[in-house]
């Protein structure tokens, strides 16, 4: 069955820290990958996402993520991270076109410590 | 541009009873999703709409939700009867290419 497994389900760092989340699906075929962020009292939003090409992706607010194929990983990082940082952040994956439904991990807790 | 629109916020029932959710989608998108996302989980897919036709229910609890999508625009969730398992916030997205808009959810608490 298709899955995705996002390591840490807790993680707190503090202002100027470097962020990596770990993030790992499981699918046999071609996907699309995705990063979601829900800051606190907001919707789901996408941070960043790869269909093709260069594995390296950037997103908003200078996160980016690097998709290694043989790994089925997807992790993603940011050098410097802010109090505004605070967040759940999903992984999520499909197949196809790209119009799929998605497949979530749980989610990553985020709390920046200022 | 306007988000995606739910409808009630909250809803506490008890079990038994039933309910339904609204959407409106972002105006233009033809592609509708129903997520269901239980505290402490990612979302899970429950149905997606091309236009007004199912392209996936396939894990939709048929015998208890039901989701339809009529003139291909709004859309609404029904449960019918519901359970304790199923409190959990409903979260509607739409799209018109590959990436998917989310709605604020409806939380629903089921007693």
């Known amino acids: 069955a298709q899955s995705v497994s996002q390591h840490n389900h807790h993680v707190i760092l503090s202002e100027a820290a470097s962020l990596e989340l770990g993030c790992n699906y499981s699918?046999?075929?071609?996907?699309?990958l995705f990063w979601y962020v829900q800051y606190p009292g907001q919707h789901l939003q996408l941070l960043l996402k790869y269909f093709s090409g260069d594995p390296l992706v950037k997103g908003i607010k200078g996160f980016e993520a690097e998709f290694i194929k043989s790994k089925f990983s997807f992790n993603l990082r940011k050098p410097s991270v802010q109090w505004s940082d605070t967040a759940e952040y999903f992984c999520a994956f499909n197949s196809g076109g790209g119009a799929d439904g998605l497949t979530f991990g749980k989610g990553t807790h985020l709390i920046i410590q200022p | 541009e306007a988000g995606v629109a739910q409808s009630p916020r909250y809803k506490i029932i008890e079990k038994r009873q039933s309910v339904a959710f609204w959407c409106n989608p972002i105006?233009?998108?033809?592609?509708l999703y129903w997520y269901q996302q239980i505290l402490g989980q990612g979302p899970k897919l429950l149905i997606q709409f091309q236009n007004n036709g199912v392209v996936d229910d396939s894990q939709l609890p048929k015998d208890r939700f039901s989701a339809e999508r009529l003139k291909g625009v709004d859309s609404t969730l029904k449960i019918q009867p519901a359970k304790l398992e199923d409190s959990a916030v409903y979260l509607c997205a739409s799209s018109s290419s590959s990436t998917q808009y989310f709605g604020p959810g409806t939380r629903l608490t089921v007693l």
């Open positions: 105006s233009g998108h033809a592609t």
């Open positions: 699918y046999g075929g071609t996907v699309n």
